[in-house]
């Protein structure tokens, strides 16, 4: 069974991009365009992973983490925020709201698919 | 009249206090407008680069010569908005001058030692000779080690990127102290092979212009001065002396 990612992201072709990427890694993808849909889709959906960026509309990603972090069905599931390089503030404010990593724009996806197997396979130990 | 002295007193500062309040407020907004604006200018850089990237490593078929020169075009394009995008970046903790300076005595010959140091080796690869011309007596002047060395450590890497194997690079603290107005400073000189720092000299423009300002600012946020030499337009930081 291929692992589930959630993708969070108001931007249409960096969204087109990532769900590209992680399908032909073999991930099945959801997406979610705002804060809000971001919270529907994990309970609904009930990602392994979660990809969320930090501006968003409606609810901003700190907010969507922090939230998921203390909600009892969806606080195990890693976090990869989407941040701006070298905003330290940003960072470190994602990890206080309970991300698990942060990949930086412009990123890679080869980085990101990395940061994912390894959050992966750290959570099914 | 006493009385009316001081109700104007506490009056004007009243107007002072709200003044800076409004001043305050002004900058953190500017500031939170700089950080989602570099945020959104990143957002579309992610796209635009793994897209061409895929395209140039094969994985939507074979490309002809041409394209793959427009493409090597558009890419470097990219990553030269990325750099723009990084520069500006930097300049936000400064503007808002909450980077932390310290303004503390410090030897000028030992940042430069250290700096001297770290690149030392990146000279010798590049075959270029790295000099520096040094005054008998080590001048003290007051300012931030870290920030100081890094600035330092930028134009002379500079220096080197732009000289030719073969080539030197020399950089001078000038014997003699500044006097401008009621203070003195030291003046270091850096060569005129800075590139895209110096002024006139810039194959990236941007990059330029932005490098050199928060030069300034970083400079100028210690109480020192950036300006360019009459005679030669040669980049000079003037440090303040300290006693």
Redesign the interface.
Known sequence: MPEKVLIVED?P??L??LRE?LESEGYEVVTAIDGIEAEDKTHRENPDIIILD??LPKRDGYEVCRRLREDKDSFGIPIIMLT????YGSRLKGFLQGAFDYVT?????DDLIKKMKKLLSTRKK | MAGEDSAKYKEAERKLKQKIKELKTRDRVKEEFL??A???L??????I???VSKILDGKTGDINQQQKRYLDIVKRQVERL?RLV?EL??LSPVKSGRLGLKKEPIALFDIIDKVVESLKREAEDKGISLCVQLPANQPIVRGDEKTLREVFTKLIKNSLNETSSGGEVIFSVNGKPKVVGQNKFVEILFPDTVGGITQGKSGNKEGAGLGLFMIKSIVEAQGGKVRFEDESSRLAILLPLVG
Not at chain 1, 84 to 87: G, M, N, P, S
Not at chain 2, 42 to 47: F, N
């Open positions: 931007e072709d960096t087109q991009l990427s930090i501006f701006a390089r070298d905003d724009k412009p990123f890679s996806t | 950080t989602l570099l945020h959104k990143r957002s579309p850089l992610t796209p680069k793994e897209y990325i990084e970046s930097e």
